[in-house]
C-alpha cells in the first residue's frame, strides 16, 4: 500500500491532541530543535496539533554550532517560542569533574544526555511534555542515545521511516531545506549515513518489504537492530512475587452511563454529550441505535462507520456496542431491550442515563422492575442537528460541515458525502 502522507499527517495530529488531552491538558509540547528533518516535522506537528503558542522550542549547541541557522529558521517559520540554550560549560564541566579519559562514544553521547536533561528541565518550568523525535529508522539501528535523544514524554515520528518523515514534512510546507538537511551526530565530523555504510533509503525499504540488494548491508542491519533491540524495551526488573498494596480507584457519582443514539452523523453536540457523560461516570456504555440500518436517507451509514467516527474521537475511553431496532417505538418493552443488551455486556445495570432530548426517553425504563436510574438531560450547548449535517453534505458545503465537528474527522469529508449523496436517493422508511 502506497504511503499516504497527508493521511498520516492528519493521524498524528489527531493523537497528539488525543494524547494531550488525557497526559497534559493545557500543557505545552517542549521540542528541542536542531534544524533537521525530526525536529522539524515534531515541532511542525505540535504546533498544528495544539496552535503555535502551545509549543516551546529549545535550541542547544554544545559551544559554536555552525548549522544553528537551520534551527533558527524552523522557529521563525513556525512562529513558535523558543530558547537558546547553549550546553558546552555543561558538557565540559562533566568531562572535567569525571576523574578518567572518556571513551569516544561516551563523548560523542555526552552532549545529547545533557539536552534531554535542558529540555525537562525547560519542560517543568513551563508546565509541558517533553517530544521524543526519533524517527523508525534510526530506532531500528539503535542510532539514538539511550536516555538522550531516545527519551521523552510522547513520540509522534517513532512508527514513522525517514522517507516517510520526509513526505509528511512536505505535507506541512516546511523549507525544503530543512527536511533534506544532511543529518550528523554533530561531533564525529561524518554524515550519519556515512557512519552506518548504507543508506537511509536502502534501510527504509528493507524495513519495510524486507527487501535489500545489497547482502553485506543486510548483515550489517541485522546485526545492528539485534544489538540494540533493548534501547526500545522496558528496563528489565527483577520481581520478588510480594505482594503491593493497591488502593481502591476514586469513583465517579455513577457507575455506568448510558447513551443511545443514531449519531447519523457525529458532531459536536454529540461530543459535549459524550464528555459530560465521561467526567460522571466511571464507564460510558454508547449504544449505536439503528445499527442494522444503512444507506437510507436518515440513516446513510452503517454501523461499522458510526462506530469508527466516534473511535477516532474518543478512543477506547468509551464502550460502543449495536442496538439494532426491534419495532415497539418508546416504551417500557424498549426500556427492557436497552437493560438486558447493558447487562449483557457490561454485566451490570446502568445507573445513568445520559440524554439530549429532554423528557422523552425517561419513560423507556419506568416499566422496568427493580431499576433505579437517573437521568441527566443534556441540553444543546450548540444548535446543530444530524439532519442538517446531512444537508451540508447534500449542499457540498464543507466549510459549514467543518464547524461541527472533531477536526480529526475533517479528512473523511469526501468519504462521508459520497455515501450521503448515494443514500439520499434511498427514501425507505427505516423502522423505529
Known sequence: MPFDAVKTKDECV???????????????????????????????????????????????????????????????????????????????????????????????????????????????????????????????????????????????????????????????????????????????????????????????????????????????????????????????????????????????????????GRFQTLHVGHEYMIRMAMALCDRVLIFIGSSQEEGTEKNPFSYELRKDLLKTVFGDRVMIYPLPDIGVGNNGSWGDYVIENAQEVCGMKPDLLISGKEERRRDWFDGVEGLDISELYVPKAIDISASEMREFFLSDDQRSWKRYVDKRLWPRYEELRNIVLSASKNKTTESI
Open 14 to 260: 489527531a493523537w497528539i491532541r488525543e494524547f494531550f488531552e488525557e497526559n497534559g491538558k493545557g500543557c505545552n509540547a517542549v521540542v528541542g530543535i536542531s534544524g533537521g528533518k525530526d525536529s522539524s516535522v515534531t515541532a511542525a506537528l505540535c504546533a498544528e496539533a495544539l496552535g503555535k503558542d502551545r509549543v516551546i522550542g529549545v535550541l542547544m549547541p554544545d559551544g559554536v554550532q555552525s548549522d544553528i541557522d537551520m534551527a533558527k529558521m524552523l522557529v521563525r517559520h513556525l512562529g513558535i517560542r523558543h530558547y537558546v540554550v547553549n550546553i558546552k560549560e555543561s558538557t565540559d564541566g562533566l568531562k572535567n569533574a569525571i576523574p578518567f579519559e572518556l571513551s569516544d562514544q561516551s563523548r560523542i553521547n555526552l552532549p545529547p544526555r545533557i539536552r534531554m536533561s535542558a529540555l525537562y528541565a525547560v519542560s517543568q518550568s513551563h508546565n509541558g511534555r517533553v517530544a521524543n523525535t526519533c524517527n523508525l529508522s534510526e530506532d531500528w539501528v539503535g542510532y539514538s542515545t539511550r536516555y538522550g535523544d531516545s527519551a521523552g514524554d510522547f513520540s509522534p515520528l517513532c512508527h514513522l521511516t525517514v522517507q516517510e518523515v520526509k513526505a509528511v514534512g512536505r505535507v506541512l510546507g516546511l523549507p525544503e531545506c530543512l527536511i533534506e538537511k544532511v543529518p550528523s551526530d554533530g561531533l564525529s565530523g561524518i554524515s550519519d549515513e556515512d557512519k552506518l555504510g548504507f543508506t537511509y533509503a536502502e534501510l527504509d525499504e528493507y524495513i519495510r518489504t524486507g527487501y535489500i540488494e545489497n547482502k553485506e548491508h543486510k548483515e550489517k542491519i541485522d546485526r545492528l537492530h539485534r544489538q540494540n533491540l533493548f534501547k526500545l524495551k522496558l528496563m528489565p526488573s527483577y520481581d520478588p512475587g510480594f505482594n503491593v498494596f493497591e488502593s481502591e480507584p476514586e469513583h465517579k457519582a455513577y457507575g455506568l452511563g448510558i447513551i443511545v
